[in-house]
């Protein structure tokens, strides 16, 4: 389980202002009194490699809890003597690299009415994007999508290609598949990702709000907070919604507008909207 995105500073070294604390990434092993370590350290070797390979980290920058603080941690690999076990554990895990993640698109949508929609959720860090002529599982990615970057992603779906796989098109990866088994937390829905029936009409109490600030289209969700929020639908670029005012919310700088949509309060992340 992945806690806060790899660019976040933290203080879990123990070291205050050193490198530790400043410059690293922290892997917890979490075991329970009835678990399988030997399991917990390969899938931890596993998520090591990964990460090195992610963010371009030599092995030779794989530390011990205690070379920032001196605290002896991790307590058991140093009891067993099992360090250099570990950093050999990482060598022999075959994980492929990835290209750079996508931070383009809020919405990627080329469809018309009634086209199935896959939307990935807020909450989700990233989303491993497989080629169209290979095993959607895990090894086989040709990139990763962030969907907690942009408050969620969506996508037209272009086809099924086996049970949980859908066809998608993305602006940096073009065309793949994704995994979206129901505990993955997608969800698939009918009806365009591109909206095209929220243009114009009628005014809230502040107004309308035109969408701005998007290749394509905005998410609305339903309370203002693009952390931990559902969503409601998108409104396409340059479309109007009645606004009824700003709130403060949770999870964005800009705060968020407070809207009529569909017939319910929605709420669209305040840098991509204008008041008009």
Same mark, same amino acid.
């Given at each position: 389980?992945?806690?806060?995105?790899?660019?976040?500073?933290?203080?879990?070294?123990?070291?205050?202002?050193?490198?530790?604390?400043?410059?690293?990434?922290?892997?917890?092993?979490?075991?329970?009194?009835?678990?399988?370590?030997?399991?917990?350290?390969?899938?931890?070797?596993?998520?090591?490699?990964?990460?090195?390979?992610?963010?371009?980290?030599?092995?030779?920058?794989?530390?011990?809890?205690?070379?920032?603080?001196?605290?002896?941690?991790?307590? *058991?690999?140093?009891?067993?003597?099992?360090?250099?076990?570990? @950093?050999?554990?990482?060598?022999?895990?075959?994980?492929?690299?990835?290209?750079?993640?996508?931070?383009?698109?809020?919405?990627?949508?080329?469809?018309?009415? =009634?086209?199935?929609?896959?939307? @990935?959720?807020?909450?989700?860090?990233?989303?491993?994007?497989?080629?169209?002529?290979?095993?959607?599982?895990?090894?086989?990615?040709?990139?990763?999508?962030?969907?907690?970057?942009?408050?969620?992603?969506?996508?037209?779906?272009?086809?099924?290609?086996?049970?949980?796989?859908?066809?998608?098109?993305?602006?940096?990866? =073009?065309?793949?598949?994704?995994?979206?088994?129901?505990?993955?937390?997608?969800?698939?829905?009918?009806?365009?990702?591109?909206?095209?029936?929220?243009?114009?009409?009628?005014?809230?109490?502040?107004?309308?709000?035109?969408?701005?600030?998007?290749?394509?289209?905005?998410?609305?969700?339903?309370?203002?907070?693009?952390?931990?929020?559902?969503?409601?639908?998108?409104?396409?670029?340059?479309?109007?919604?009645?606004?009824? =005012?700003?709130?403060?919310?949770?999870?964005?700088?800009?705060?968020?507008?407070?809207?009529?949509?569909?017939?319910?309060?929605?709420?669209?992340?305040?840098?991509?909207? *204008?008041?008009?």
């Amino acid at each position: 389980m992945q806690s806060f995105e790899h660019d976040f500073q933290l203080y879990h070294a123990g070291d205050g202002k050193g490198d530790g604390n400043l410059n690293s990434i922290a892997v917890e092993i979490c075991v329970n009194s009835d678990g399988n370590f030997n399991k917990a350290l390969a899938n931890a070797a596993e998520l090591v490699k990964q990460i090195m390979n992610d963010e371009n980290i030599p092995k030779s920058h794989i530390k011990q809890h205690h070379h920032w603080s001196g605290e002896n941690c991790p307590g *058991k690999i140093r009891e067993n003597g099992e360090w250099d076990e570990f @950093l050999q554990m990482v060598d022999d895990k075959k994980v492929e690299s990835a290209p750079d993640r996508e931070e383009e698109a809020q919405t990627v949508s080329s469809g018309s009415g =009634g086209q199935e929609i896959v939307t @990935l959720p807020a909450s989700s860090n990233s989303w491993r994007s497989y080629p169209v002529d290979a095993a959607s599982t895990k090894g086989n990615e040709k990139g990763f999508l962030r969907p907690s970057k942009f408050g969620g992603l969506q996508y037209d779906v272009l086809g099924h290609p086996q049970k949980n796989v859908v066809t998608i098109n993305t602006d940096n990866f =073009g065309k793949g598949n994704i995994y979206v088994a129901p505990d993955t937390g997608a969800t698939i829905s009918n009806g365009s990702s591109n909206q095209s029936d929220n243009s114009g009409g009628d005014s809230g109490k502040a107004g309308q709000l035109k969408i701005v600030g998007v290749n394509n289209a905005a998410i609305v969700m339903d309370k203002p907070n693009r952390n931990n929020s559902s969503n409601l639908g998108t409104v396409s670029k340059g479309d109007t919604l009645p606004l009824n =005012g700003s709130v403060r919310g949770t999870g964005s700088d800009t705060g968020y507008y407070e809207v009529k949509y569909k017939g319910q309060l929605g709420y669209i992340t305040g840098q991509y909207g *204008k008041q008009v």
